[in-house]
């Protein structure tokens, strides 16, 4: 197995890092090499959700309340 180092951590991430691993009963070793063995499982959102997204799909369903549009998107 190979050895990471990784330098120029705030504190702030540091203390992050400890208290969720202290919170898992885990190292801070095992709890990063957890979290880097797993993190390809994992897929995070590319992007966040905004007031355009939600305008987009509101302009998508304004018909779903149309009884003749769903009936034909069931046939």
Do not use: C, H, K
Not at 36 to 45: D, N
């Amino acid at each position: 197995m190979g050895d990471v180092l990784i330098r120029g951590l705030s504190d702030a991430a540091i203390a992050r890092i400890d208290a969720d691993a202290a919170a898992r009963g885990v190292s801070r070793q095992e709890y990063l090499r957890t979290r880097f063995e797993t993190e390809g499982s994992v897929s995070a959102p590319t992007r966040t959700m905004t007031v355009n997204d939600l305008r987009r799909a509101a302009a998508a369903a304004t018909d779903l309340d149309d009884p003749d549009i769903m009936d034909a998107a069931w046939r």
